[in-house]
């Protein structure tokens, strides 16, 4: 048990659904992260969140929208995605965004667009 | 963004140790992690080394890190078939909020 909860776990969509994925951790932290894990990619940072604040935003397309309403909860609205966009979603958290910080990871979310 | 590149398999046979390579390209990295992906699940922390350290010993995990060629290894003592599992190396500077990861090692336990 990592502390961090991912929901759902297999998600299956049309390029036309509108859904969100749903993270979760219950370890006190500050800081929160969305990843996406392509086949044979590296993984590759989305979004970071401080204190419910937005610190960094690598250049995702708007059809990836993150919200997050408290330190402990982290949303990723998915509108109008691509087939390329299937991969597993990965949630993070971490104590804080600092350089030191570990980073806990939760199961992913397995996404696949149609 | 910065490099890190591991070999994407391994295979060794049960009670054997592995030895799983990385290499990175920030000179400027602070800590170096080393994560375990079992299949359908997400990444978990299996250890880190800061920078100034040269070797870490976790129980069957020892962390080599060779800051010059910067060569980072995770040698997995006695390994088991439940050590069967992804491993990816990634490393974080002390610029930014970045955290770069490798493409990961399968790592195969022959019983």
């Known amino acids: 048990e990592t502390g961090v909860t991912q929901t759902p776990r297999h998600l299956v969509m049309g390029m036309t659904n509108k859904k969100s994925l749903k993270c979760e951790q219950h370890l006190g932290h500050n800081a929160m992260y969305w990843y996406k894990q392509s086949a044979k990619k590296p993984l590759e940072l989305m979004f970071v969140y401080s204190l419910e604040e937005r610190v960094e935003n690598n250049s995702v397309p708007s059809r990836f929208s993150p919200e997050c309403p408290n330190s402990s909860h982290l949303f990723l609205h998915l509108h109008t995605l691509q087939p390329e966009d299937s991969a597993l979603y990965l949630c993070?958290?971490?104590?804080?965004?600092?350089?030191?910080?570990?980073?806990?990871f939760g199961p992913g979310t397995r996404l696949l667009v149609l | 963004g910065e490099d890190v590149e591991q070999s994407l398999f391994l295979s060794v046979r049960e009670g054997d140790s592995s030895v799983i390579n990385c290499t990175y390209t920030?000179?400027?990295?602070?800590?170096l992690y080393w994560y375990k992906q079992e299949p359908g699940a997400g990444l978990q922390l299996l250890t880190y080394?800061?920078?100034?350290?040269d070797m870490k010993q976790d129980q069957r995990l020892t962390v080599l890190l060779n800051k010059k060629d910067k060569h980072l290894s995770l040698r997995i003592a006695d390994t088991q078939t439940g050590d069967s599992a992804i491993y990816f190396c990634?490393?974080?500077?002390?610029?930014?909020?970045?955290?770069?990861f490798g493409t990961g090692t399968s790592l195969t336990v022959i019983p």
């Open positions: 990634a490393e974080r500077s002390n610029t930014g909020n970045q955290f770069y």
């Open positions: 080394i800061f920078s100034n350290m």
């Open positions: 993070a958290s971490s104590q804080e965004t600092g350089y030191w910080e570990t980073q806990y």
């Open positions: 920030d000179s400027s990295s602070t800590y």
